[in-house]
C-alpha cells in the first residue's frame, strides 16, 4: 500500500510539474500541451472507434510476437545451454546477431514482407527473442549438476532431463525474459508502425496525427494509452511471476 501511495504521489508530481512546464511560455502550447489537454483527447480517443481498433491491433501483434518468441527461444535456448558443442558453434553467429536493431531492419523486411502486420511482427519477434533465449541459457547454467545426474540415474534420456528437470528449474528465468520481451516487442511494434505505416496501430494512429494536422495533444494521448500498454503488460506479467515461481529469488533477468 505504501508503494502504490508513494507511485501515485510521483505520477501526480509529474503531472504538476508538466501542466506548470505546459502552461508556461518557455515552450510554445502547440508543441507541448499541458496533460489537463492531453486529457481530454484521451477521453475522446477511448471513445472513437478506429482509435480502439488500432489499440487492438497493437496489443494483438504483442502477443502474437511475444507467442512465437517463447515458442522459439525457450526450446533453441535449452539446446544451447545443454549441448555445449552446439552453443560454441553458433555463439559468433548469435553474438552478431544479437546487437543488430530491429528498426535498422525495417527497409529489408519491407521488401521481403511487403506492408503489413507480418513485417512489425517479424521484427518484434527477433527483438524479443534475445532477452529469453539468454534468461534461458543462463538458467542451465545455474542447474545443479546433482539434479541432472540424479534424472539421468534412472534412466531418463537427455529430452526427457530438459522437460522434467531444466525446464522447471529454469521458469523462472524464462519468465523474467518473457516480461523483458513483451515490453521489447511493443517498442518495436509501435516504432514500426510509426516509420512503416500501413498495418494499422497506435503507432500509425500517432503518424497520421503528427503528419496531419500536426495534433500534438492526440500525438502525446496516444502515447500516453502505448505507454499504460507497456505498464500493464510489464505489471501483469510480474504478478504471475511471483504467484507462480514465488519460491524463486530471480527478480531480474539477462538481455
Keep these: 500500500m505504501r508503494a502504490l501511495t508513494r507511485g501515485l504521489l510521483g505520477v501526480a508530481g509529474f503531472l504538476v510539474i508538466w501542466e506548470l512546464f505546459g502552461r508556461s511560455r518557455l515552450v510554445p502550447a502547440e508543441y507541448l500541451p499541458p496533460p489537463s489537454v492531453v486529457a481530454v483527447e484521451l477521453v475522446k480517443l477511448l471513445g472513437d472507434e478506429a482509435f480502439l481498433r488500432d489499440v487492438v491491433a497493437t496489443v494483438l501483434a504483442v502477443l502474437i510476437a511475444v507467442a512465437l518468441s517463447v515458442g522459439i527461444a525457450v526450446p533453441l535456448g535449452l539446446v544451447l545451454g545443454s549441448v555445449a558443442s552446439v552453443r560454441h558453434a553458433t555463439r559468433a553467429v548469435v553474438e552478431f546477431l544479437r546487437p543488430i536493431p ?23 519477434v527477433y527483438a524479443a527473442i534475445w532477452p529469453i533465449l539468454f534468461n534461458t541459457i543462463y538458467a542451465l547454467d545455474e542447474l545443479d549438476p546433482l539434479l541432472v545426474e540424479t534424472a539421468r ?93 514465488g519460491w524463486s529469488s530471480v527478480t531480474g533477468g539477462r538481455s
Excluded at 521488401?111 to 512489425?120: A, C, D, F, Q, S
Excluded at 540415474?153 to 513483451?182: D, E, K, M, Q, Y
Design 102 to 124: 530491429s528498426v535498422a531492419l525495417i527497409p529489408l523486411a519491407v521488401l521481403m514482407l511487403g506492408i503489413g502486420p507480418e513485417t512489425k511482427i517479424t521484427l518484434a
Design 153 to 245: 540415474a534412472f534412466g531418463s534420456g537427455r529430452v526427457r532431463v530438459l522437460a522434467s528437470v531444466a525446464l522447471p528449474s529454469a521458469l523462472p528465468f524464462v519468465l523474467t525474459g518473457i516480461r523483458l520481451a513483451a515490453t521489447t516487442s511493443l517498442v518495436v511494434i509501435v516504432s514500426v508502425e510509426l516509420l512503416e505505416g500501413g498495418s494499422g496501430g497506435i503507432g500509425q494512429y500517432i503518424a497520421i496525427a503528427r503528419s496531419g494536422t500536426g495534433r500534438m495533444d492526440i500525438v502525446l494521448a496516444g502515447t500516453v494509452v502505448a505507454g499504460v500498454i507497456g505498464y500493464l503488460l510489464n505489471e501483469g506479467l510480474d504478478r504471475a511471476q511471483r504467484r507462480w515461481v
